[in-house]
């Protein structure tokens, strides 16, 4: 892991002070109430909308939506929404997506088949590069996850378990090649701390050189980017005993982790077991909802609250439900309700600056969604937002156990 490690060090640049701490005051906490503001349907054909990103600019932002036929959705968000672009151009199934944090105009797309391209919407979507693995001969490994670090220089991907093995791929950025018979530009990649998918890849928001990955094999990994091999590089080994869906930063040294199972785990890097532990059943407690209706969409750990919150939903009989759950300390507090949804969402973003949340799903709809206490927002037949969308450490490799 030599080159990984050189190409770190000229990437090397001082890391910004990190203010999406969170707050663990329980006199902090306050429901988040949302209203839906906006309603945006993203196909008329029969496709599931799968994955969404944004942009934090402000006060207009961009959000991206990837739908089941393999094509992504664009559209500016502002005081009016408008369409951008829509991506035609992959073949496969998009398995993540994210803007560049310098460019509301760059826009990263992982597929399946192995390739994470770039997409410059100046110039409608044109790819302006490409990342792959084709060192074995040519096949490239299929990936299921991605992300960037935090001073977008390092690209990380996850694969697939294929012959034995499960890939983190490393890129460096600014080394690309948008021809698909260019030689391979990969850094280098670990494989011998996992034994299945890689589910989820999450750098830290601040650490550059700190890397969470998740698969199904149970395991929660942390890495130090900076060490000169696989071994010295994993620093801390969690087992959630389940299969992990979803992983994401809540603060400098803790993790939030979301289940195929549809439970929601909290850890501490250094953590023997999960100092929150929420099972099905308990979610569905606190939904108020039969457990085996409900599910699991994502953690925000923003500032935004002053806590992270989940958002969780149920589809019954009498409809599809979406709620926001806070998350004190190690408690799941009561959830708010979040009238007027009306499919089973599959992923959400946040803005940041407004506390706008996005929502996408099944019924192939964008909901554009704003706390009660900011100004309402209504439509009109113009597509015109009446108000603005702004307001103001380690274990030998050899012990650890597998979860089933």
């Not at 010295?232 to 803790?254: C, F, H, M, P, Q």
Request: aromatic letters at 6%; hydrophobic letters at 30%.
């Amino acid at each position: 892991m030599a080159k990984i490690v050189e190409s770190l060090k000229k990437l090397s640049v001082e890391n910004s002070v990190c203010n999406g701490n969170i707050h663990n005051d329980r006199m902090l906490k306050k429901k988040n109430n949302f209203i839906l503001a906006r309603e945006e349907i993203l196909s008329d054909n029969d496709n599931y909308a799968l994955v969404v990103c944004g942009t934090q600019n402000d006060p207009e932002f961009r959000v991206a939506a990837a739908l089941s036929d393999n094509s992504c959705v664009v559209y500016s968000i502002g005081e009016s929404i408008s369409h951008t672009t829509t991506l035609i151009h992959n073949e496969s199934s998009i398995i993540g997506m994210k803007f560049s944090s310098s460019s509301k105009n760059i826009l990263y797309m992982g597929t399946s088949d192995g390739i994470i391209t770039v997409c410059d919407l100046r110039a409608k979507g044109r790819v302006i590069a490409e990342f792959k693995d084709n060192s074995d001969d040519g096949k490239l490994k299929p990936l299921t996850s991605f992300d960037i670090s935090c001073d977008d220089k390092l690209l990380a991907g996850g694969t697939e378990h294929i012959g034995g093995d499960a890939f983190i791929l490393f890129w460096d950025i600014r080394h690309s090649n948008s021809k698909a018979n260019s030689k391979n530009n990969v850094l280098g990649g670990y494989w011998e701390s996992h034994m299945d998918d890689i589910t989820s890849l999450s750098f830290h928001s601040t650490k550059k050189d700190t890397l969470a990955s998740g698969s199904t094999d149970g395991l929660i990994n942390i890495f130090d980017l900076t060490q000169t091999s696989e071994d010295a590089a994993l620093s801390y080994s969690l087992n959630t005993e389940s299969s992990v869906d979803r992983i994401g930063w809540l603060n400098d040294d803790s993790l939030w982790c979301t289940t195929h199972t549809h439970c929601l785990q909290l850890w501490n890097c250094d953590g023997a077991t999960p100092y929150g532990n929420f099972n099905r059943s308990s979610v569905g407690a606190c939904q108020n909802e039969d457990p085996d209706s409900c599910y699991l969409v994502r953690v925000h750990s923003s500032n935004v609250f002053s806590h992270p919150f989940l958002i969780g939903g149920s589809s019954t009989a009498k409809g599809e439900h979406l709620r926001c759950l806070n998350i004190v300390n190690d408690s799941l507090d009561c959830c708010n309700i979040m009238l007027d949804n009306k499919q089973t969402v599959r992923d959400s973003w946040l803005h940041e600056k407004s506390a706008c949340l996005i929502t996408i799903g099944e019924g192939s709809l964008l909901n554009i969604w704003k706390p009660t206490d900011s100004p309402i927002i209504q439509q009109s037949a113009g597509h015109k937002l009446t108000a603005k969308m702004n307001s103001g450490k380690g274990r030998d490799k050899h012990h650890r156990t597998k979860p089933y």
